[in-house]
């Protein structure tokens, strides 16, 4: 970004860039896998359907893993940001505060009750992440460690090793639910169910739908609680909804996908980095980053280990650790 | 000019300083600190008895006596065959394991000042995870996973403390960097699993979650030896430790050589990690928890070093004890006891209002 | 013999010198001070006084072997500070800096102790003269009722005592302390600074930084004056002090009227310059 630019400049730019590569992650999703179709043999059975095998593999195995790893992106990235907003933390993401690690504990809990990974109900999950929420809620009003950035990383370190540690305990005790397990609490696209995608399209759009009315609150938060209620807004209700727009959000991706970490972080980095601050441009485009960011991973975590297929947290991890190392190495913390 | 305030008139006494019990032998003094001393003895009781137990239950199961018996050797030879063949290497590699964890734990808090900076959560554990990992099933190597933890721990630290510009600045920094360290480490050994068939897999799996159960004897033996060595170098940098509690300024102040003695403790702190973790694997929240009942039990302002040794030993062979007894025949790795009970204990620290304040 | 003469160091005749030697210091963008010498005179009182950001707690941690030079030595007893073993440093020089924080918890006579600790081994713990020169320290500072409270329930002037106590402990002939009165109300002021009199009329050299130069100079004998890292004037303050030299440190015009109590100047009707 030169400095010279302005800022309006800057941003249809960046929408340009960001627009160029979702459709860039969503071809090198489609052509690319970790088994031997070529990318070649891919793109030519995107266009006819001569090639029976590859046209499969392409529209009935990867086109439903694009567009769920799409909509995990877009709910991931979003809640990212809606969360740091709600925060004021730079630090806080939905897999590190064990938002994510309190949904897929929940989806752990209801196999091992007895019912089934297949029939499993969102609502689950969005529970376990309305509770995982909660704990972050708690936290910053609690203790008033809200302004402090780096102890609620703790917190949520500290609330997902005990969760996955009582997982381990169930799966131990189950061979049942070790195996449905093994889905949920490693993060992957790989081998969902084809309905998945579909199946968790209104719960991501009805998240999306409710951050609409926060954006401008959240904006104003931005500017601290005072001036925010100064201004006419409800910091508190602000910030409760904000979190349940966020369970919303992570709760139906986990359930699509498994906890994948990091995305939230990366996501309003990238973002920042490239509009500024202002939840009002950061939110759009990390509807766009998001995808694109989970888009280009999976492709990833099916070349690193041919023919096998990692899983995608492993390369989020891979990409936001550093951020991570960046963020807090920065000089200030920057507050939202 | 006011008076000079003159010599009190009554003889000094010669005694220690309160709380201090105080020996001499012409130039050579001594001081112990009574309440270390007695919450040292009755963390070896406690060490003891859960040794005992530990030894006694088991599929054949004994009484706690007859089991400490058999281990050095008297009873009925049946038993001690049971006892000292199968049961007390086990023992032994939990205690070992433990008390270098709880020094390692208790060393990088006070370095870092700040009681949550523990090797695990630091990322050092996941450091020697990772390449003890890589030692058994990404590289065909000959060389022992405590050669290969050892750098890898000492790869982790070095990162942590590097990337955050030292571990005394800027408050949890350097925790979250390391976290973050951790994460990548983390992330290293899974994509190794992933690479490998799955018969190392499994061979691999104890390392992720921390067991006693897949014990490399060599690697015990080593962790022996390092940890007689360390000991003596841990209670050393202790007493320095105990004055870098203040700020550097007033440290030096005081004569003590920071930069050695950072370096020197972090050093320490590695070496007598990675060992652990080449025997039992990341079982971090040890190093969290033991310092802590040391500096509970002792509940004066130094470094309780072999308090917080015995604590980390009798905490690993408790959980170990009730991971094989919870849900026999099936095993819950030692790992996964302590991230259960250690979770909620590690949640209370953080949302205390004094948890600001250093150790 | 007096209480503080048994505080000084067990060698009575020890002569002990600081000086600094063509000193630089800064960090690697920015230079503090450049090219300085200073000869810190023994057995009197030093007060280094200047503007904001003259550098004089940068040379005051410089002396004190706190910040290495960039170049130039700081020589101790003829030696150089930064090649000498920490702790032997501190059995000559104890400092009171700035920012000085302790473990929560600590006890006034447990921050003492801690003033012993150059003088200890791991084979010479504690000794029947350690414990005197505690109990001596205390009574130095006034602090002998409240050796068992902790340090945070103390207000600021009975800490900044005890933090002083624990510097006498030290028992070094050689004490530098940086702004040892910042944030005390006025009795507190001069309850340190009769304390730092009385330890330099037993002999004990103090080198500290003042941020008041009215203070400076009804308390010390010797005023190094600074300006942006260089020595403006360095004497006797009653000698060296004019209205010329406050306007050229602080940029005001003044008015010296001598103090009627101790004969020392005093800073008045300060205006600033037009």
């Known amino acids: ?336 | 000019m006011t008076a000079l305030p003159t010599l009190p008139t009554r003889p000094v006494v010669s005694e220690a300083p309160a709380g201090y019990a105080w020996w001499r032998f012409g130039r050579y003094s001594i001081l112990v600190h009574r309440r270390a001393w007695s919450s040292g003895f009755l963390l070896i009781a406690a060490m003891i008895i859960v040794s005992g137990i530990s030894l006694a239950s088991g599929a054949a199961g004994l009484s706690p006596w007859t089991a400490l018996a058999a281990a050095i050797g008297q009873g009925e030879p049946m038993h001690v065959f049971l006892v000292q063949e199968l049961r007390l290497q086990r023992l032994i590699a939990g205690l070992l394991t433990g008390a270098a964890l709880g020094v390692a734990g208790c060393l990088l808090q006070t370095l870092a000042r700040n009681r949550l900076a523990t090797p695990g959560i630091i990322g050092i554990d996941d450091g020697a995870t990772a390449f003890a990992v890589a030692s058994i099933v990404a590289i065909p190597t000959t060389l022992a996973p405590s050669a290969l933890a050892l750098t890898g721990a000492a790869t982790a630290a070095g990162l942590a403390f590097g990337l955050s510009g030292g571990a005394g600045a800027r408050g949890y920094r350097f925790i979250v960097v390391g976290i973050a360290v951790g994460a990548l480490f983390g992330a290293l050994t899974n994509l190794m699993l992933a690479r490998t068939d799955m018969d190392s897999a499994n061979q691999a799996y104890p390392w992720t979650v921390g067991s006693l159960n897949a014990r490399p004897a060599q690697a015990v033996w080593l962790l022996g030896i390092g940890l007689l060595a360390g000991l003596p170098v841990a209670k050393y940098l202790g007493r320095a430790l105990t004055l870098m509690r203040f700020s550097d300024s007033v440290a030096t102040g005081l004569g003590v050589p920071l930069k050695r003695m950072r370096v020197m403790t972090l050093l320490l702190t590695v070496f007598l990690t990675a060992l652990a973790v080449a025997v039992v694997g990341p079982v971090g929240l040890i190093a969290l928890a033991a310092p802590e009942v040391a500096r509970y039990l002792v509940g004066h302002q130094g470094v309780p070093v072999f308090n917080a040794a015995l604590a980390g030993a009798t905490l690993m062979s408790l959980a170990d004890w009730v991971g094989r007894t919870l849900m026999a025949p099936i095993e819950i790795p030692v790992g996964v006891i302590m991230a259960v009970i250690g979770g909620p204990y590690l949640l209370w620290i953080l949302l205390r209002p004094s948890a600001r304040r250093a150790p | 013999m007096s209480l503080l003469s048994s505080l000084l160091t067990n060698r009575p005749d020890h002569e002990v010198s600081l000086a600094a030697q063509s000193l630089s210091l800064g960090y690697p963008a920015v230079s503090i001070i450049e090219n300085l010498s200073l000869h810190i005179p023994p057995g009197k009182v030093t007060a280094i006084v200047g503007p904001n950001g003259c550098g004089k707690s940068t040379l005051l941690a410089g002396l004190s072997r706190l910040h290495k030079p960039s170049q130039g030595t700081v020589v101790l007893n003829g030696k150089d500070i930064n090649r000498l073993p920490s702790r032997q440093v501190a059995r000559e020089l104890a400092l009171l800096p700035q920012e000085a924080s302790a473990p929560e918890g600590l006890t006034v006579a447990e921050l003492i102790q801690f003033g012993r600790q150059p003088h200890q081994g791991i084979l010479r713990q504690w000794s029947e003269g350690d414990q005197a020169i505690v109990e001596a320290a205390l009574a130095v500072a006034d602090l002998t009722g409240l050796a068992d409270r902790p340090l945070e329930s103390m207000s600021g002037g009975q800490r900044q005592r005890a933090w002083i106590a624990m510097a006498i402990a030290q028992q070094t002939p050689l004490l530098l302390l940086d702004e040892p009165t910042s944030a005390l109300d006025l009795g507190h002021q001069i309850e340190v600074f009769e304390l730092i009199r009385q330890l330099a009329a037993v002999g004990k050299t103090v080198v500290m930084v003042v941020h008041d130069l009215s203070s400076a100079c009804r308390y010390a004998d010797h005023l190094v004056a600074m300006q942006a890292g260089r020595i403006v004037a360095e004497g006797a303050p009653s000698r060296i002090v004019t209205p010329a030299l406050v306007e050229q440190l602080y940029g005001v015009k003044c008015i010296l009227l001598e103090d009627p109590h101790s004969g020392t100047p005093i800073i008045a009707g300060v205006t600033r310059l037009g």
């Open chain 1, 1 to 336: 970004m030169s400095s010279s630019a302005s800022r309006p400049q800057v941003v249809k730019r960046s929408w340009l860039i960001c627009l160029t590569l979702v459709v860039l992650s969503v071809l090198a999703s489609l052509l690319i896998g970790a088994g031997d179709v070529s990318p070649g043999r891919s793109a030519q059975a995107l266009w006819s359907g001569a090639d029976s095998e590859a046209r499969f593999i392409v529209m009935e195995l990867r086109w439903p893993r694009t567009l769920l790893g799409a909509m995990v992106g877009m709910a991931l990235g979003a809640a990212g940001v809606i969360l740091q907003s709600a925060t004021r933390n730079p630090l806080a993401e939905p897999g590190l505060l064990g938002v994510s690690a309190g949904a897929s504990f929940a989806v752990v809990l209801a196999i091992s009750l007895g019912s089934s990974a297949a029939t499993l109900n969102l609502g689950v999950a969005v529970a376990g992440a309305l509770a995982g929420c909660f704990l972050v809620l708690l936290v910053t009003q609690l203790r008033g460690i809200g302004s402090d950035p780096v102890r609620l990383i703790l917190v949520g370190a500290a609330f997902t090793s005990m969760l996955m540690a009582i997982s381990t305990l169930i799966l131990l005790s189950d061979q049942r639910s070790a195996d449905e397990m093994r889905f949920w609490v490693i993060g992957a696209l790989a081998g969902r169910p084809t309905e998945t995608a579909y199946s968790s399209a209104p719960g991501v759009l009805l998240g999306l739908l409710l951050m609409l009315p926060l954006i401008r609150p959240l904006a104003a938060l931005a500017l601290g609680e005072r001036v925010a209620t100064g201004l006419g807004h409800h910091p508190q209700l602000t910030r409760m909804s904000a979190l349940v727009c966020v369970a919303i959000l992570v709760g139906t991706a986990t359930a699509a996908a498994g906890p994948i970490a990091f995305v939230g972080l990366i996501v309003p980095f990238v973002a920042r980095r490239l509009v500024g601050p202002d939840i009002r441009r950061t939110l759009w485009l990390s509807l766009l980053i998001g995808p694109i960011i989970i888009l280009f991973a999976d492709t990833i975590s099916r070349l690193v280990v041919k023919p096998y297929e990692l899983p995608i947290g492993v390369v989020t991890a891979f990409i936001g650790a550093p951020i991570l190392i960046a963020v807090v190495r920065g000089h200030r913390l920057p507050t939202l």
